[in-house]
């Protein structure tokens, strides 16, 4: 299982970026695909899942700006960041997510400048 995210950056508060996790090794229609991120010195925390069939939910810090999608045919979930703020600022980490198994990719830092 590979997971490969990238689209990271430096970037002012109020701006966009978007995420891309592109996922091999698995079948990927049948794996939900999350994504997390990890501030210096906090723990991980959730921050948006996208089911097998589509339905979405987000945490509560992130609901109305961000945005996760996914793309079946090039195994690639994404997210788009709108409005961000310095408290945004972390390393985002995708997850595919089976039953009681799940997969990390590598992370990708996102910093929001203010």
């Known amino acids: 299982v590979q997971l490969q995210a990238s689209g990271g950056g430096l970037v002012q508060a109020g701006r966009s970026l978007r995420l891309s996790c592109v996922a091999s090794?698995?079948?990927?229609?049948?794996?939900?695909m999350a994504w997390y991120r990890q501030a210096p010195g906090k723990q991980r925390e959730w921050v948006a899942r996208i089911y097998g069939g589509g339905t979405t939910s987000y945490a509560d810090s992130v609901k109305d700006r961000f945005t996760i999608s996914r793309d079946y045919a090039g195994s690639t979930v994404y997210l788009q960041m709108n409005s961000l703020k310095p408290e945004d600022t972390a390393v985002y980490y995708c997850r595919a997510l089976r039953g009681i198994t799940s997969s990390w990719g590598q992370g990708t830092q996102v910093t929001v400048s203010s």
């Open positions: 090794g698995i079948f990927f229609s049948l794996n939900d």
